[in-house]
């Protein structure tokens, strides 16, 4: 049976965003897993980036309760390609990158990353790295053939079939990233809380930092998944950090999500820091000549003057890693990027010492809780003091779940009147009772609003969730966060 990728999206809800495919459990039978993995593979040999001579396709996962079946269908398609499907088992999602890059092969990762645990994504790296936006049209163009006496009425296996043997080799050389590069003694003094939920990189966590020197608590270990976003924290990951803080027993508290690429860091006192302040400060730490980060970051990362070049782009690791990659072809030295989610990638290689940490151009959580904690030891200030450093600019986010794409839509169109002065009048008649007069109206993704106050609106849909977000910028956090909830309450109505 021939099935077209498009087709499949439409038919199954299981459709592409960034970097991959996302949708609910129930939705990503194995038949719709194994008919995506194929279509990527086949686009890669499309492309010319891989023949069927045998070679390996590194694929991990989180611990998502779907994710053993959906990575067990992935492995199967890889197999019934010709290709040899290395099981990396349960391992962050820059451990698979890093895997694929190292071995020249591609690198597929199951995980939904920070969504609830009802859903699951599969997310794609070529053999070059993360596949971009140009990719992601390429692969769903595909049509695929699959076996019909492979799957049941279901969509599933009948009968079920089985994961290759787990190879531990890609969490290990992960680990070894980062104690080959640092000294053991990096983090000597250093008190950290580790918070790790339902982390798949909870352990290596725990590991990398010990090795390095650090003393380290494991804190709220889960059997059960837990959605931490790095960017919408939780209710109840403020408290539990603000309670573990209030031992005075931690210099910062650190956890990651569920597939380990975007990092949590709090302060001495428990308080979480954005994740584009991380970014700012790891981009410090590494002593980055060109920033590349999405438009709705912190306006921080201009204000200080630390940095010779700022390249703003549209949301989403893939517009980030074109940006640096476009930065390095114009000379930069050191070119990193970063999103307001905290997710760091480092395009360029780092020697110090006659070491060096290669290139790994995805979101990693590691090499930011590295860096904030080695550039507060080295400078001698808490968390607290050091991100007190950047000028005053306080950022916040929210989103309203389980809101169709089609009414996220409907909102921006609001603000689409046929002319600038038009548009702007429509947008103070919603939010002027808000923050006041606007100054001017970007669109390079979504609608971001900056007002004369110095204040910030960002509305636009998430780009791999039923999510409509709201970033907001203003001079404290607790301002950022009641305009957050004020425009989130209009918007809704």
């Known amino acids: 049976m021939k099935v077209s990728l498009q087709e499949l999206m439409a038919r199954s809800g299981v459709a592409f965003g960034t970097s991959g495919a996302r949708g609910l459990a129930t939705a990503m039978t194995d038949s719709v897993c194994y008919a995506y993995t194929r279509g990527f593979l086949q686009y890669l040999e499309a492309s010319g980036e891989l023949t069927r001579a045998g070679e390996g396709v590194a694929v991990g996962g989180d611990f998502r309760p779907s994710t053993d079946r959906v990575l067990t269908a992935v ?61 992601e049209r390429g692969m769903s163009r595909h049509i695929v053939e699959l076996d019909d006496t492979l799957f049941g009425a279901d969509g599933n296996f009948a009968p079920p079939v089985a994961a290759p043997d787990i190879s531990p080799v890609a969490g290990e050389n992960y680990v070894r990233r980062y104690l080959n590069f640092f000294a053991p003694d990096a983090l000597q003094g250093v008190r950290v809380g580790v918070y790790q939920h339902s982390a798949v990189g909870r352990d290596v966590l725990v590991k990398i930092l010990s090795h390095l020197g650090a003393e380290v608590t494991p804190l709220g270990r889960s059997d059960q998944f837990i959605p931490v976003d790095t960017e919408a924290i939780r209710p109840e990951d403020v408290q539990l950090a603000a309670a573990w803080a209030a031992t005075g027993k931690y210099d910062a508290i650190i956890s990651a999500d569920g597939d380990s690429d975007r990092p949590l860091v709090s302060d001495e006192r428990g308080n979480w820091l954005r994740g584009d302040v991380a970014g700012i400060l790891c981009a410090k730490f590494l002593d980055a000549d060109s920033i590349s980060t999405p438009v709705s970051c912190n306006t921080a990362v201009e204000k200080c003057g630390w940095f010779k070049e700022i390249r703003r782009t549209r949301i989403g690791s893939p517009f980030v890693i074109a940006s640096m990659l476009q930065a390095t072809a114009a000379g930069a030295k050191r070119a990193v990027g970063y999103e307001a989610n905290g997710g760091f990638l480092l395009n360029s290689d780092l020697v110090t010492g006659g070491k060096t940490l290669r290139a790994l151009p995805t979101r990693d959580a590691v090499i930011v809780l590295l860096g904030i904690l080695l550039l507060a030891k080295a400078q001698h ?113």
């Not at 005053?392 to 909102?411: G, H, M, V």
Request: hydrophobic residues 40%.
């Open 75 to 135: 492995c199967r398609a890889a197999t019934d390609l010709g290709y040899r499907a290395v099981n990396c088992g349960k391992v962050p999602s820059p451990a698979v990158a890093l895997f694929g890059l190292e071995n020249k092969v591609p690198a597929i990762m199951v995980t939904g990353s920070h969504i609830p645990a009802d859903r699951n994504g599969i997310k794609f790296n070529k053999v070059t790295g993360e596949v971009l936006k140009e990719d």
């Open 381 to 493: 200030k808490t968390i607290s003091a050091l991100a007190a450093t950047l000028p005053a600019r306080f950022t916040a986010s929210d989103r309203l779940k389980n809101f169709a794409t089609e009414k996220s839509l409907a909102i921006l169109a609001r603000f689409s009147c046929g002319s600038e002065p038009a548009d702007k009048a429509a947008v103070e008649t919603l939010f002027g009772s808000i923050c006041g007069s606007v100054v001017s109206l970007n669109r390079t993704d979504g609608l971001r609003i900056t007002f004369a106050n110095g204040e910030v609106i960002h509305l636009r849909p998430s780009g791999n969730a039923p999510e409509f977000r709201c970033y907001t910028e203003a001079a404290t956090a607790g301002r950022a966060r009641e305009i957050a909830s004020q425009v989130l309450t209009l918007v809704a109505r």
